[in-house]
T-cell receptor, first 112, second 111 residues
């Protein structure tokens, strides 16, 4: 079945540590996105990539980094520079033929 | 992408129609209106989209005003499982550019 997979579902890290969230899709979509969601709030765009080896900052990119070495994969690294990393992180992909975005089920990151 | 404005919350009685409004007064001529919903702690799910004509699918109907500055998502017979946050966004169709979401409308369907 085609889809978009985020792992892990829950992630705990100590303050000051970098952590990488995985996002994989087998939909053959060119574009991929990372969003952050805080309790009771909407989605805020962190980074997006329209093609392999290219990505752009979204509205809240500070403290995050991404890579897009393969079409299928768009990992997000939450660095120690992110001052409040505890949040729900959502990955999405979008094709040029199918015009709806597909979302993963999210990773809930807790930094203690 | 054009900005959208939605009411923060709405209630609806089970079995009745839920009408969720969205304002997008700065929408461009080539931008579509998309609706998604997010059930608690899950990824958003696509519902419907349209350009200027009204659209209907198995989940909902989308009514877009003639000037395209606002739209309404209609869930014809709301059920308790329709309780969710509903997001209205506008973007160029098949444009894989920046895609932003607002805070959405929290719809609570009550028995």
């Amino acid at each position: 079945d085609g889809g978009i997979t985020q792992s892990p579902k829950y992630l705990f890290r100590k303050e000051g540590q970098n952590v990488t969230l995985s996002c994989e899709q087998n939909l053959n979509h060119d574009a991929m996105y990372w969003y952050r969601q805080d309790p009771g709030q909407g989605l805020r765009l962190i980074y997006y990539s329209q093609i392999v080896n290219d990505f752009q900052k979204g509205d809240i990119a500070e403290g995050y980094s991404v890579s897009r070495e393969k079409k299928e994969s768009f990992p997000l690294t939450v660095t120690s520079a992110q001052k409040n990393p505890t949040a729900f992180y959502l990955c999405a992909s979008l094709g040029t033929v199918n015009t709806e975005a597909f979302f993963g089920q999210g990773t809930r990151l807790t930094v203690v | 992408d054009a900005k959208t404005t939605q009411p923060p919350s709405m209630d609806c009685a089970e079995g009745r129609a839920a009408n969720l409004p969205c304002n997008h007064s700065t929408i461009s001529g080539n931008e579509y209106v998309y609706w998604y919903r997010q059930i608690h702690s899950q990824g958003p799910q696509y519902i419907i989209h349209g350009l200027k004509n009204n659209e209907t699918n198995e989940m909902a109907s989308l009514i877009i005003t003639e000037d395209r500055k606002s739209s309404t998502l209609i869930l014809p017979h709301a059920t308790l499982r329709d309780t969710a946050v509903y997001y209205c966004i506008v973007r160029v169709n098949a444009n894989a550019g920046k895609s932003t979401f607002g805070d959405g409308t929290t719809l609570t369907v009550k028995p």
